[in-house]
């Protein structure tokens, strides 16, 4: 376990950063800045593969990392939500899985060092891949799977081993539809500590996908939790999906039933229509001061439509509480 994360852990509510793609999307950037310098003559389109960024145009993976740490964020998350070769496939950039994954972390790890107030942390983020282990995407025939537990090992191992040799301090396998996914994930995170002979803290944040409170694969919070449990977690919590008014009953649960420090990183509210963001700083962090008044996390930050003014909302608030209590 890393100390001084520990330590802060104990001391006060962390603050995790906000939205990656949302910030990017302000960029207003073209196919060339995805290719700029190392994917000139690559065939297929990039633009939309906001993970390359982190080799093409590092600068301004930088400037979100520093914006977000300026807010006040203590971790803030890799550019590597599908830093797969599963993911990478879509775009045939398999080869590409390593740079991206080592990039991303030693640039977040370079801006977390200019700030000397208070330590600050590098979460190396896992997304869950455009797969699932437990569902057939063909209603045709159920039986049939479009990956295997063994492969999604293997793409995590090469993940996690490129953000471990790039720095981070932590990992986070987030955005959890399918547990099965998940615990993909945490084999292949045993795998490497025990490979590696070191051992980071892990995160784990699923998604509960509507008000029904069920993952995607249909497990309620309390079952999401009890799947998981075996490992030793740093945190468990839940991000996307829901805004903060709607995940409050979901996080209830985990407070109530969790031995792990309970993290959340919700939406900025819903769409509108057009798939944008309308919910304001003021009005998200008046929904997550909920949350601080019934004591039910340690770890609080934002995911879909959230910027920097959001986490500066919501670090302002949460200063002045104390974490949840946990065994």
């Known amino acids: 376990m890393n100390k001084e994360l520990e330590k802060a852990l104990e001391q006060r509510i962390l603050i995790l950063d906000g939205a990656m ?13 995805f290719r700029v310098g190392h994917f000139d003559n690559h065939k297929k389109p990039l633009r939309g593969n906001n993970d390359l960024l982190s080799i093409t145009r590092p600068e301004i993976i930088k400037e979100i990392h520093r914006a977000y740490l300026e807010a006040g964020a203590d971790i803030v998350e890799t550019n590597t939500f599908s830093g797969t070769w599963i993911a990478q496939a879509d775009y ?33 983020s896992i997304g869950p891949t455009n797969r699932t282990a437990s569902i057939s995407p063909d209603v045709n025939d159920p039986g049939y799977r479009a990956i295997t537990f063994d492969e999604l090992v293997q793409a995590y191992e090469e993940q996690i081993n490129a953000l471990m040799d790039g720095g981070v301090d932590l990992l986070l396998v987030e955005t959890i539809f399918d547990t099965l996914n998940a615990k993909a994930a945490l084999f292949a995170i045993d795998q490497v500590y025990e490979t590696r002979g070191e051992r980071l803290p ?32 740093f945190s468990i919590g839940l991000n996307c999906a829901l805004g903060a008014d709607l995940m409050r009953p979901y996080l209830q649960i985990l407070n109530d039933k969790s031995p792990f420090a309970v993290s959340a990183h919700p939406n900025a509210g819903l769409p ?42 919501i670090a302002d608030l949460a200063k002045n509480y104390s974490p949840r209590k946990w065994n």
Request: aromatic content about 8%; glycine content about 10%.
């Open 92 to 124: 045939d950039l398999q080869e590409a899985v390593y740079a991206i994954n080592f990039e991303s972390a030693k640039i977040a790890k370079e801006v977390t060092q200019e700030f000397k107030d208070r330590p600050r942390f590098v979460a190396g």
């Open 202 to 233: 892990i995160m784990v944040s699923g998604t509960i996908t509507d008000q029904s409170g069920r993952t995607l694969t249909g497990q309620t919070t309390e079952a999401f939790l009890i799947s998981l449990s075996h490992m030793p977690l």
């Open 272 to 313: 509108n229509e057009f798939g944008k963001y309308d919910q304001t700083p003021s009005l998200m962090a008046a929904q997550i001061k909920e949350f601080l008044d019934e004591g039910l996390i340690n770890i609080i930050g934002g995911c879909c439509g959230t910027t920097p003014e959001h986490i500066k909302a």
């Open 21 to 33: 793609g949302t910030m990017i999307q302000g960029y207003e950037l073209s196919e060339q800045d």
